[in-house]
């Protein structure tokens, strides 16, 4: 089973667009990667810039539009994510507890859809069986 | 919330920390007793006391450091009771007072520098060549992989007392013949780091491709193969073969998505719709591939194999396969570890290279090879290339030939299939 860490650091919305992770949070975080590594678990990782150098597009009315960051209606903002092998939720969660976050960070735990948990058509769907 | 749903969080929740911590402990453990059958034990010791007082107390806030605090005491213990270990260690000529000191005070500094000496240690005793097959795929689930005897149980579909009882051989032939802990000397280390990769790449298998009835794949032994090529990545980075063995393991897995129909019947390679493929195993195969190459250009058997699942993860379609090198590979294999199914495989790749009537020459060539005589895919492949080359009679009863010597309900099917077929 694959589970996504969301990494959601409070305020991270409002953090300008030349933000760049100090080198000691740095550091703190790699020992930890490199304990998932070690672990045979971890599969990918990834920083994301702030919001204020991104966009977001909204499709209300049918009608696709885009609006560029910072957006100050979001409360929580990603700010980075693992993906992580485990062989249960109770697992996944296991190991957000050791990460050495931030007081005021917090990670969300989501199980990876895996085609199987599909039925039956929507999995031949996808498949596009040869005929 | 009901008692029963919280004890099941409970108990999966302690084999969750068990999955994570209980190797390290288990060679911190072994650090002390020298001796990775008893450490595995005094582990189990410790899980027993999480498994009894956890559900009342509640998981302490460090989970880890309990099972660990947990086992140490019952090794102080075993150090003065045991009257074997206390042998050993007047053997290695140690002070078993400072032996006693050190296991309490320097265990935490101890513990990060000579771990990965220490799980490496457990994994050569594991897979140590005296001990039965089943043996020590099972005690390598245990100490390296953290499985509880119920896990291993299930995954191999069979009854918990047969694992048990598998584990316990594996242990009493370690004490019988005094199975050193210890990395083997480097003349020997070639050999038994490829048993080693063996029994991975066996636990793989048995997840990947079913032998018989109607079973296909159990993924998550695949997993738990793909988390302990990783970690012996880890443990031993200088080892090419190891990160071949890992390569071939993502590219394989790869594939676990688009190898089976939803109602069970096997996809060849050739047909599988590569959208499927896993984009981000195979990244990382490629990546552990490289490193293997890198460190050293004269590629193992490991190396070879994942050097050729390569070849097709690279390729977008089945026509982009760049058959020529494939050919090419399988030779250096064949030069590595020559043998007729190496050779079958490289026929194949001629064909599809350079045409169904070389690779033709080359399985008849086969045919008088014992091992292969009564190997379904030899005949498979025979067909397959009758076929192409409009030798539809003789191709029919190759494959029908093919569906008689497999055991395997789903591939015979196939056979059939392809028999009456085009």
């Known amino acids: 089973m694959r589970f996504m860490m969301l990494m959601i650091p409070k305020g991270y919305g409002q953090a300008g667009p030349d933000f760049l992770p100090d080198s000691q949070s740095i550091q703190t975080m790699m020992k930890y990667n490199e304990s998932l590594q070690k672990a045979g678990v971890l599969l990918a990782l990834d920083g994301l810039h702030p919001p204020s150098t991104g966009a977001r597009v909204t499709f209300a009315g049918g009608k696709p539009t885009v609006t560029d960051g910072p957006f100050t209606e979001a409360k929580e903002v990603i700010g980075g994510y693992w993906v992580i092998q485990a062989k249960s939720r109770e697992e996944a969660i296991q190991w957000a507890l050791r990460c050495p976050a931030k007081e005021t960070d917090t990670i969300e735990i989501r199980q990876v859809f895996e085609l199987s948990e599909f039925p039956d058509e929507t999995q031949a769907a996808v498949n596009k069986l040869r005929a | ?422």
């Open chain 2, 1 to 422: 919330m009901p008692a029963a749903a919280f004890q099941t969080d409970i108990r999966q929740t302690i084999e969750a920390v068990w999955h994570i911590e209980s190797a390290r402990i288990i060679g911190v453990l072994a650090h002390i007793v020298r001796d990775g059958a008893v450490a595995e034990e005094l582990a189990q010791d410790a899980l027993v006391a999480a498994l009894e007082q956890w559900p009342a107390s509640g998981i302490p806030r460090n989970p880890g450091a309990w099972l660990l605090a947990a086992a140490k005491h019952r090794a102080i213990d075993a150090l003065r009771r045991n009257q074997r270990i206390r042998e050993k260690h007047q053997e290695l000529g140690r002070d078993l007072e400072a032996r006693q000191a050190m296991a309490a005070a320097d265990l935490e500094s101890a513990m990060d520098d000579d771990i990965g000496d220490d799980l490496l240690r457990l994994v050569f005793t594991a897979c140590h060549p005296a001990l039965p097959t089943e043996g020590r795929v099972a005690l390598t689930l245990r100490l390296l992989g953290g499985l509880t005897t119920a896990e291993i149980a299930r995954a191999f579909l069979v009854p918990e007392a047969t694992i048990s009882q598998r584990i316990l051989r594996a242990k009493k032939t370690i004490a019988e013949k005094r199975i050193p802990f210890e990395v083997p000397p480097a003349a020997e280390l070639a050999e038994r780091l490829s048993s080693v990769l063996d029994v991975v790449y066996l636990i793989f298998n048995e997840g990947y491709t079913a032998r018989a009835g109607g079973d296909w794949m159990r993924p998550e032994l695949c997993e738990d193969a793909l988390r302990l090529g990783r970690i012996l990545a880890e443990l031993a980075p200088a080892e090419p073969e190891v990160h071949g063995l890992v390569a071939l393991l993502e590219i394989q897995a790869s594939r676990i998505k688009a190898r089976v129909s939803p109602s069970g019947d096997p996809i060849l390679l050739f047909d599988q719709n590569r959208v499927l493929w896993d984009r981000l195993l195979i990244h990382r195969g490629l990546a552990a591939l490289d490193r293997a190459e890198t460190l050293r250009p004269a590629r193992g058997r490991y190396t070879l194999e994942a050097a050729i699942a390569a070849c097709h993860a690279r390729a977008l379609t089945p026509a982009d396969t760049d058959w020529p090198r494939i050919v090419e590979l399988y030779s250096e294999l064949a030069r590595l570890m020559p043998s007729p199914i190496v050779g079958l495989n490289r026929s194949v790749a001629v064909g599809m290279a350079y045409g169904p009537a070389a690779a033709l020459e080359l399985v008849d060539a086969l045919r008088e090879e014992p091992l292969l005589r009564e190997y379904h895919l030899l005949h498979s492949v025979r067909g397959d290339l009758l076929r192409k080359l409009s030798r539809e009679t003789e191709a029919r009863a190759e494959f029908r030939r093919a569906a008689s010597l497999t055991e395997n309900e789903r591939e015979r099917r196939l056979m059939l299939e392809r028999a009456a077929g085009s």
